[in-house]
């Protein structure tokens, strides 16, 4: 059949696409293949984004989902899209990675100058934390305190600072928790 012109689709089977591809209608072979169909599964709230994956994912339980997340680690949690928390295949790090960099100054950077910092300084102190990162392997931000390496309050918050800096330039992610508080990893971990 030759077509010339726009395909013509009702709302409906618009509707019906976008159940079917995102899950909901049938469900898809893994939690992996959502997160992959979705590019990205919002993980401000983690149980949340886990309730997504057993809506769409047949079988799927809190144990399957924490071994993809922390030991397997065939899903990472990253600062990505509109600079929140979202759920990524792993093996899609370096493409989410390549599309949601700023080429420009990255949010911090941007703050630092209005508020008159030192830029040098800003990013010396993002060299020294990479290095002890990748030293450790994982860190929280207590180990980040305790390392004493003259960051900010600001840069310690619990609202991203210094590791959502390393996790947009590509070099950490989130690795779970440790009594509450959140865990870093050296991407190479």
Wanted: glycine residues 8%; positive net charge.
């Amino acid at each position: 059949m030759n077509q010339s012109g726009p395909l013509a689709v009702t709302a409906r089977q618009v509707r019906w696409f976008r159940f079917r591809r995102s899950g909901l209608a049938r469900p898809l072979p893994s939690a992996e293949a959502v997160v992959a169909g979705l590019v990205g599964v919002q993980a401000q709230i983690l149980p949340a984004s886990a309730l997504a994956l057993w809506h769409r994912t047949p079988q799927l339980d809190h144990a399957a989902f924490d071994q993809m997340l922390h030991k397997t680690r065939t899903l990472v949690k990253l600062w990505s899209f509109r600079s929140t928390l979202h759920l990524h295949c792993s093996d899609e790090w370096p493409l989410i990675y390549a599309a949601t960099w700023q080429k420009g100054m990255t949010y911090y950077e941007r703050r630092m100058i209005k508020n008159g910092g030192n830029v040098a300084e800003f990013h010396e102190g993002i060299r020294r934390v990479t290095d002890l990162l990748r030293q450790r392997q994982t860190m929280t931000r207590t180990d980040l305190r305790a390392a004493d390496i003259g960051l900010s309050d600001t840069m310690l918050s619990s609202w991203g600072g210094i590791f959502s800096e390393l996790v947009h330039r590509g070099l950490a992610c989130h690795a779970g928790q440790n009594g509450g508080e959140a865990v870093f990893a050296w991407r190479e971990h």
